[in-house]
């Protein structure tokens, strides 16, 4: 199982040792703001009937990112990125870490509490994707 860590453990491996942040989240999700310098690969595509699982996902991820790549997974509040960093580890993936809270928080019902996401907690935010960092250029890369 996939070791899990709070927002600022995350952006502590990505800066200072070398893991990439792939956000989960749809396409129309990651546009509207993501954190700096991820890559999208949305483990659910929005559709005309809400969610739906991205059939492409596993094909992507494996195109785009060696197996040996480290690697921070998250989401919106933490549910979608713990299924991604399962499904990337039973692929073959080896050092995969599912990022807590997600970009905009996740509430836990036993406490109450909420733990802020990547936004909420102050960490660098975009709009606007790296070159070659957005969904369609990374499924392109496979074609």
Known sequence: MARRVSPQQARELIEGEGYVHVDVRSVPEFQAG?????YNVPLMDMGPGG???N???LAVMQQAF???TRLVV???AGGRSAR???????AGFTNVVDQR???EGAHDPASGRIE???RPAGLPVSQQAAPGHDYHALKARGR
């Open 34 to 38: 993501h954190p700096e310098g991820a």
């Open 51 to 53: 969610m739906s699982p």
């Open 55 to 57: 059939p492409d996902f």
């Open 66 to 68: 060696p197996k040996d």
């Open 74 to 76: 998250g989401c919106k």
């Open 84 to 90: 991604a960093a399962a499904m990337l580890e039973a």
């Open 101 to 103: 809270a997600g970009f």
């Open 116 to 118: 802020p996401g990547w």
